[in-house]
C-alpha cells in the first residue's frame, strides 16, 4: 500500500538533513538487508520495527519485539502506538523525526543502494531533534498563544498606574510558562520569533481594552538594538498613536551605553518610554544607568524578597541605589513584592511603584 506524504528524517554527522519517505506500507526498519530502511546500528534488531496503516487514517508504529526498544518522544512503546507529524523517534539509538510533505513538496526517493544508513554508536538516547517543534511552530502562527496583564500600582496609594503585558499559551501539547516556552525556542533558535509573536497578541488583543494605562511590554536580549525592532515600533506608534508604550530592557541587554543612548534617543523620538528590568539581577550596571537613564528602573525581586528579614547592611545598598535612582530622575520599581511587610519596607526606601502578587496577579486575557 502507498504512503507517500509520510517521511523519516535524520541528521548526519556534518549536521546535513536527510529524508526517507515512507512509500510502501508496511515499512519495516532494521538491521537486516530485507527491510526498507537498514540501519547499519550497533544493538538494532535484525527485523526491529515496522510502519503501517491505521483505520483511523494515521500512521501506526509498531515494535517487533526488538532487545533494545522503539521509544517514541524518548518513551518506550510497548507493542504499538499511533504517531503525529513531529514525534520524535529512536530505533534504539537511532534517532529520527517523523514528516509528512506538503502537496508541493518534491520527495525524496531512497534507491535501492541507498537504503541502508550508518548510525552513531552509543547507548544513550540523542537529542538531534527537539521534542514539540511542530506545536511550537503553531504556536508562532497563534495557535494556542495568549497573554496576561499584571497590574503596576502607585507604592503609596495603591492605585494602578500601568500594566505590563506578559506571554503565555493555552496550547494543549506545550508548557503555558514563558520561561519553559523561551527555552523552547532558544532550543530552536526562534527566540525572536517567540517574542515577537508575544507583542504581536499583546498589542493586538489585550492593548485596546487598557489603553488609558501605560502599557510596559518586554523584549528579548537579541532584538533590542535590531532594525526590525526599531521598525516594528515605528509602525505601531503610526497605528496605535494612543497607547502610552513602555519598552523593558532586559538587563543582559544594558551593557553598552553608547547603544543605550541610541535607542533612549530613537524611543524619545517616536514618544515611547523605556525601563530597565531586572536591574540588581547580576551586576547593578551603575555606569549604564548614569550614561544612559531609563524612565524606569525595575528592580530584580531576587534582590526584594523578603527584604523586611533581610540585613541592614543589605537594605543600606539597596536603599542607597533608590536615592540614585531618584536622583537621575527615574522611577524606582520593586518587582515581586508577595508580603505587606516587603511593601512597607520598600516604601521607606522611595519605591515609588511596586508590582507583585500582593498587589495584583497576573490577569488572563480573556478575563480583562
Known amino acids: 500500500m502507498k504512503s507517500s506524504h509520510w517521511f523519516l528524517e535524520s541528521i548526519a554527522a556534518d549536521g546535513s538533513r536527510l529524508k526517507y519517505d515512507i512509500v510502501d506500507l508496511p515499512f519495516r526498519i532494521g538491521r537486516g538487508q530485507e527491510n526498507d530502511l537498514v540501519l547499519a546500528t550497533p544493538g538494532l534488531s535484525r527485523k526491529h520495527a515496522m510502519f503501517d496503516d491505521d483505520i483511523s487514517a494515521q500512521l501506526r508504529l509498531t515494535d517487533l519485539n526488538s532487545t533494545n526498544g522503539t521509544f517514541v518522544n524518548r518513551q518506550r512503546i510497548d507493542g504499538s502506538c499511533l504517531l503525529r507529524e ?13 514528516g509528512r510533505h506538503q502537496p508541493d513538496q518534491s520527495r525524496f526517493m531512497p534507491s535501492t543502494d541507498s537504503r541502508t544508513l550508518l548510525m552513531p554508536m552509543g547507548t544513550n538516547l540523542s537529542e538531534l531533534f527537539v521534542a514539540n517543534e511542530g506545536e511550537f511552530l503553531d504556536l508562532l502562527n497563534g495557535q494556542g498563544i495568549s497573554g496576561a496583564a499584571q497590574p503596576i500600582v502607585d507604592a503609596n496609594s495603591g492605585k494602578i498606574f500601568a500594566y505590563e503585558l506578559l506571554g503565555r499559551a493555552n496550547h494543549p501539547q506545550l508548557s503555558g510558562s514563558p520561561i ?11 527566540e525572536l520569533d517567540l517574542s515577537v509573536a508575544f507583542r504581536k497578541f499583546a498589542i493586538t488583543s489585550m492593548a485596546p481594552r487598557l489603553r488609558k494605562f501605560p502599557l510596559f511590554i518586554n523584549t528579548h536580549p537579541k532584538e533590542t538594538f535590531s532594525k526590525p525592532f526599531f521598525a516594528s515600533l515605528t509602525v505601531l506608534r503610526q497605528q496605535m498613536p494612543e497607547l502610552q508604550l513602555v519598552v523593558e530592557i532586559h538587563e543582559t541587554a544594558v551593557t553598552d551605553p553608547l547603544r543605550l543612548r541610541e535607542l533612549g534617543a530613537f524611543l524619545r523620538d517616536i514618544g515611547v518610554r523605556f525601563a530597565y528590568d531586572d536591574f540588581g539581577a547580576g551586576q547593578a550596571r551603575l555606569n549604564e544607568l548614569g550614561e544612559a537613564p531609563a524612565h524606569f528602573v525595575k528592580f530584580d525581586m531576587g534582590l526584594l524578597h523578603d527584604i523586611h528579614l533581610a540585613s541592614e547592611r543589605k537594605r543600606r ?7 540614585l535612582v531618584l536622583n537621575l530622575g527615574s522611577v524606582p520599581l520593586a518587582e515581586g513584592i508577595e508580603l505587606e511587610a516587603e511593601a512597607q519596607v520598600c516604601r521607606d526606601m522611595g519605591f515609588q511603584l511596586i508590582q507583585g502578587y500582593l498587589t495584583g496577579r497576573p490577569i488572563a486575557a480573556d478575563q480583562l
Request: proline letters at 0%; aromatic letters at 12%; a positive charge.
Open 86 to 98: 513531529n514525534d520524535i523517534i529512536h530505533f534504539f539509538t537511532a534517532e529520527f523525526r517523523l
Open 180 to 190: 519553559r516556552l523561551f527555552q523552547l525556542a532558544t532550543a530552536l533558535n526562534r
Open 317 to 323: 545598598v539597596i536603599s542607597d541605589l533608590v536615592k
